[in-house]
């Protein structure tokens, strides 16, 4: 696989405000993160984690401020940033094999006409197996489980070869076990130097298992280390009401928000859930 | 039994249905694949019937009728993308819109001409037997285009159906190959006109698909079985216009619906008896 390893990536923002019509989502973001880095982006429902993983892909224009890699602004034909969608965002009845999303992942190196030849095919190949679903190569992606869909979305991130990797809300949606199994490949990438920016609700796993956090709420209120970013101070000021403060814990209410936002509860599932599929290994 | 196959193909104008049929069957057929899993049917449709104004408007000018039909659905196109960008008003109901406008100034401008309704009827349902030598090599070529674009691209395609984010990060334009989409689906209607009619042009473009969809795992076997069930049902549907003295169009649809049907019901994974199964199973 370490042929597959290609340079960590320094990624920085510098005043970065983005925005969907006339109102910015996010405003003036600056952060830096250092070479190969894992870092978990937290805050309450529309605190603009799309929004900046949007901004980074270029699905979003950067209003003001800049993003460089490697010094340099990002873009490209073979652009080194992936993202892996949330869930609810693909179309699990498209038909399309576990092999044939994969490949996309090799799309942005072809050119309009040509065909994946035999060392895209390898690629696709080493992809599938790092996330242990080579078996279920043939298979559609609605027959999955939820695990096993998002180790195929993991899969053709890899195969684009990133060197920044985006994941917006892996957690959400799969069980303890895919969370487990998601975080373990996290830390062989890790060994791979390939830089990786996690979105998440899940605030205790964001401060237990990632080294860097960045806690927003339309702007960035502080990153760091999750001893240094979770105090009473910054979370009152991210969540608002929605924290309290028990003795020496927090309990943050991020149920029922009230409004259609990003959170768990509308999750569609068209999905079978399948009990009768292979489990991950 | 031969005699009963052939007989209908004594006729040379019957040798240029069955041509046109096929051709119109296999290309609405493989182009619907996209209509069904971009959930463009509603816009086939307002296509469809935007093409009216167009006819209307180049008969009155003495202009090649499909070259209007053609620039109608363009223009018609241009517009659905205009009014619902940016959350001006919302795609369906930009369509709905511009549907219902077309389709009321394409009778209005028909109804200026008295001469003009037995056209309309033709355009409405087609007329599959009237097919001449000329129509018949427009029709091929326009096929021959629109499916040599589909498969030299056909990787572009399918990655921004499925995934238009990916499609965007990997420089793969999304917003010029759903251009490019409608600009293909505004010729595959115009080559349909002809033989199902505008009525009957918009099931063509969804109902092969759709049951192809219910039968197949990828997207290239979507489309071959798509094309297959297209062509079957378009040969079917003239032998049944030629024995049972029936309206060709309509026969062709029927059929293509009485496929889904069973496809409905029966297929091995999506089908209605598979699903109850699985669902007993658990």
Redesign the interface.
Known sequence: MSSLAPAAAHLSLENVTVGY?GRPALRDVTMSVPHGAQVAIVGPNGAGKSTLFKAL???LPVRAGRVLLHGRPPG??A?P?A?V?QRE???WG????VH??VM?GR??R?G??K?PGAADREVVARCLDELGIAELER??IG?LSGGQQQRVFLA?ALAQEPHVLLLDEPFTGVDVNAREALLTLLARLRDQGITILVSTHDMETAAERFELVALLNGRLIAYGPPPEVFTPEHLTEAFGGQALFVGGMVVIDQCCPGHVGDGEAHRHSHE?HG??HAGPR | MIAWLTDPFAFEFMQRALMASLIVGVLCSVIGTFVV?RAMAFLGDALAHAILPGVAVAYLLGANLLLGALVAAVLVAVGIGLFSR??GVKEDTAIGILFAAALALGVLLMSTVRSYATDLTHILFGNVLGVSAGDLWLTGVLAVIVLTVLI??F??F??A???P??A?????RPETLRFAMLILLALTIVVGLQTVGVVLVAAMLVTPAATA?LL????A??MVVSAVIGAFSSVAGLYASYYLDVASGAAVVLIATAAFLLAYVFAP?RGLVARRA?RR??
Do not use: C, N
């Open positions: 019509d892909v270029g699905l490209g034909q652009d940033i993202y969608p965002e693909i179309d498209f038909p399309v094999t044939d999303v996309m799309y942005g072809l309009w006409f065909r298979r559609a027959e053709r079978p009990h009768d | 899993l940016r959350g030299l691209f990787k572009e399918q990655l159906s499925f995934d984010v990916l965007h990060m990997l420089g793969k969809y197949t795992r990828r997207l076997a979507m994974r699985l199973a658990v």
